[in-house]
């Protein structure tokens, strides 16, 4: 069974940080093939993506908002990706989730499509304040 639990989120000032935190369990980053995407989905708007890393392929994908302040890594070792955020705006703020791909190859065309994700985290609140 695979879970995902994502941590990290709060309240914070604009041009402030926030690292969030996306703990899986059910696989293991080193001997699985994975790609895991942070979304986001603010008050009245659609859910959006943000950022994927992954071992299916060799490249990390940020959508152009978020390009120069955000910074996805992982931890094989803990089985947990990290999407760093700085200089954060109130246009930020949304309730953000991790999913995770194990079936699909994902690449600059479709990993920003929640279509092709299998499972989901519960999700994370970010509140950015003026």
């Known amino acids: 069974e695979v879970q995902l639990v994502e941590s990290g989120g709060g309240l914070v000032q604009a041009g402030g940080s926030l690292t969030l935190s996306c703990a899986a369990s059910?696989?293991?980053?080193?001997?699985?093939?994975?790609?895991i995407g942070w979304f986001r989905q603010a008050p009245g708007k659609e859910r959006e993506a943000v950022s994927c890393?992954?071992?299916?392929?060799?490249?990390?994908y940020y959508v152009p908002s978020v390009k120069g302040r955000f910074t996805i890594s992982s931890d094989d070792a803990k089985n947990t990706v990290y999407l760093q955020m700085n200089s954060l705006k109130p246009e930020d703020t949304a309730i953000y989730y991790c999913?995770?791909?194990?079936?699909?190859?994902?690449?600059?065309?479709?990993?920003?499509?929640?279509?092709?994700?299998?499972?989901w985290g519960r999700g994370t609140q970010v509140t950015v304040s003026s």
């Open positions: 059910g696989f293991t980053f080193e001997d699985d093939d994975f790609a």
């Open positions: 890393i992954g071992n299916t392929y060799g490249t990390l």
């Open positions: 999913a995770a791909d194990l079936a699909r190859f994902l690449d600059e065309r479709n990993w920003y499509e929640e279509g092709l994700y299998d499972y």
